[in-house]
């Protein structure tokens, strides 16, 4: 039963293309995903072919659009992901490259209007080492680390030193240039459609971070760094087809996942202590790791695949997860009882026909939690 409303307040349209002096028409791709910048000012937009390009809208009181960034990828953007410190933006392209995008606006102009430090951005960067489609870009919460991943089966894990990130630079390599691959993980056995970083709290090897990555092979990884080296601590399995996207809650402690299957999966990390306490016969694990058990599934959260699943932000005020589908549907589910070990959840609000094709991605605005963006296959991006 429903009773939260989600009503559409702006539709985010691609400007109208010219054709002679008498006709206009509008772009036809796919909008693929949409990310707000960590403070909430800055919306960013990649499409498909045959509109390959990067669509940055301001907002968040009345949305308009900034910038549009092409002429780098050749073939259509699947993925973009903010840095989470300066005004940086990462892509990943089915043209096998990942392009790193920086605000170049000189903010001594004092002739530029009060939009113009977001306008102007350039491709400073273009990283290349995966073997085709790159799937899925995400930075971890400091701006240091990147992770990309693609239908080549493989994960990246790149070292970052911008100027804005917490990373020092290390004057002996200053020459090889701002990114450096510092992993490539091997583990699944088909696409990897979905990444994203989380704290190891001192449960995963000897380093601060993980990486989880789900997979057309039906599983999630988990991936962790002792003495240097990142290696798979963990593989998750609950879902029976592809999974198509994970996302953490706030704290890292709890995963939600959407599947091929229609299913929606919430996961727990449990430490090394509970698990030896709980689960004294899960074998294949390191003693000194935790774990990873669903502790919840939505088996039929939506009427067809589960494309993208949503976690807020603990600033956002709320838990609920926001997921998008090919059903043409978004839906919110909230949590009303139960314990982590045995969560219970119910649906909140649901929109049918949400978009006029697939829902590619929702995501909740990292500020304000009464605001969710969806894109959608019709090539729009809705704000809820």
């Known amino acids: 039963v429903s009773t939260k409303s989600l009503a559409c307040v702006q539709t985010l349209s691609p400007p109208l293309t010219k054709w002679g002096d008498s006709f206009s028409f509008a772009s036809d791709a796919p909008a693929w995903q949409c990310c707000f910048s960590r403070d909430g000012s800055l919306l960013a937009v990649c499409y498909g072919a045959p509109d390959i390009c990067i669509r940055i809208w301001q907002g968040p009181e009345e949305w308009s659009l900034l910038a549009t960034l092409s002429g780098v990828h050749t073939r259509s953007i699947r993925s973009i992901a903010f840095c989470p410190v300066g005004r940086i933006l990462a892509s990943a392209s089915f043209d ?10 000189d903010s001594r102009d004092a002739n530029e209007d009060i ?12 990283l290349e080492g995966h073997e085709n489609e ?23 894990i790149w070292e970052c030193f911008l100027s804005a990130s917490l990373m020092p630079r290390d004057p002996e390599t200053a020459d090889q240039g701002e990114f450096d691959c510092i992993a490539v993980l091997h583990g699944h056995e088909g696409d990897v459609k979905s990444i994203c970083f989380a704290p190891s709290h ?30 798979c601590a963990a593989t998750l399995s609950a879902h029976a087809s592809t999974v198509w996207s994970i996302a953490t809650t706030p704290g890292g402690v709890r995963l939600v996942s959407g599947s ?28 000194k790791n935790g774990c990873w ?3 919840g599934q939505l088996p039929d959260a939506h009427a067809s695949v589960v494309f993208s699943v949503a976690c807020p932000t603990a600033r956002a005020g709320h838990g609920r997860i926001a997921s998008g589908g090919g059903d043409n549907c978004i839906q919110i589910y909230r949590e009303v009882g139960g314990t982590s070990d045995k969560p219970i959840f119910t649906l909140d609000a649901v929109v049918n026909s949400a978009h006029e094709g697939d829902v590619h991605c929702v995501t909740w605005h ?13 090539g729009l991006v809705k704000i809820w």
């Open 134 to 156: 790159v799937k899925c870009v995400t930075w971890n919460d400091t701006g240091t680390l990147l992770g990309t991943c693609g239908r080549d089966k493989s994960v990246w």
């Open 96 to 105: 096998g490259t990942v392009g790193i995008w920086e605000c170049t606006h």
């Open 202 to 231: 001192d449960q995963w090897g000897d380093g601060d971070e993980i990486l989880l990555s789900a997979s057309y092979d039906d599983t999630i990884k988990c991936w962790a760094e002792d003495a240097g080296e990142w290696y």
């Open 366 to 378: 990292p500020l304000r939690g009464r605001i969710l963006a969806s894109a959608g296959g019709d």
């Open 293 to 295: 058990k669903c502790v």
């Open 260 to 287: 091929d299957d229609q299913s929606i999966a919430v996961w727990k990390c449990y430490t090394a202590r509970e698990k030896a306490k709980l689960f004294p016969n899960d074998q294949g694990a390191s003693a």
């Open 115 to 126: 939009n113009g430090p977001f306008r102007n951005w350039e491709c400073t960067a273009q």
